[in-house]
C-alpha cells in the first residue's frame, strides 16, 4: 500500500490545518492507521492512531484535546485535524498503516510496527 500525505503549509498559532493520507488500495479499509511526525533535530514521534473502521483512536497526550484522527474508508483516506496549533506542533507529518492490530496497547504507538509510509508532510506553526 502506497501513502500520500498533503495538507501541511504555514499557519499562525492558535489556526488549524486538516492533514490528508491517500492510499492506493482498498486495503488500506482493513488497517490500522497512524499519525506520526519528527521535527528538526528531534525524534520521530507517535501523533494517533485509528483502528481499522475508527471506531477506536489513541492520540499523544500533548495533542489530546486540540487534534482529532479520522478515516473514510470509502475514499481511502485518513485525515489529522489539528486546531490550537502551537509552534511545537512545527514538524514533518508522517501517516502510516500497518496490516495487523497491535498486540498491545503501546504497539499502537510505536513506529516500527508500520509497514506503510508515506512521504511527509510540513506544518509549520508562526508564533
Known amino acids: 500500500v502506497q501513502l500520500q500525505a498533503s495538507g501541511g503549509g504555514l499557519v499562525q498559532a492558535g489556526g488549524s490545518l486538516r492533514l490528508s493520507c491517500v492510499a492506493s488500495?482498498?486495503?488500506?479499509?482493513?488497517?490500522?492507521m497512524a499519525w506520526f511526525r519528527q521535527a528538526p533535530g528531534k525524534e520521530r514521534e507517535f501523533v494517533a492512531a485509528?483502528?481499522?473502521?475508527?471506531?477506536?483512536?489513541y492520540y499523544l497526550e500533548s495533542v489530546n484535546d486540540r487534534f482529532i484522527i479520522s478515516r473514510d474508508n470509502t475514499r481511502k483516506t485518513g485525515y489529522l485535524q489539528m486546531n490550537g496549533l502551537k509552534p511545537e506542533d512545527t514538524a514533518v507529518y508522517y501517516c502510516?498503516?500497518?496490516?495487523?492490530?497491535?498486540?498491545?496497547?503501546?504497539?499502537?504507538?510505536?513506529?516500527?510496527?508500520?509497514?506503510?509510509w508515506g512521504h511527509g508532510t510540513l506544518v509549520t506553526v508562526s508564533s
Open positions: 502510516a498503516a500497518r496490516s495487523k492490530n497491535p498486540i498491545t496497547y503501546e504497539g499502537w504507538r510505536k513506529g516500527d510496527e508500520y509497514e506503510f
Open positions: 488500495e482498498r486495503t488500506f479499509s482493513n488497517y490500522p
Open positions: 485509528a483502528s481499522w473502521s475508527g471506531g477506536a483512536t
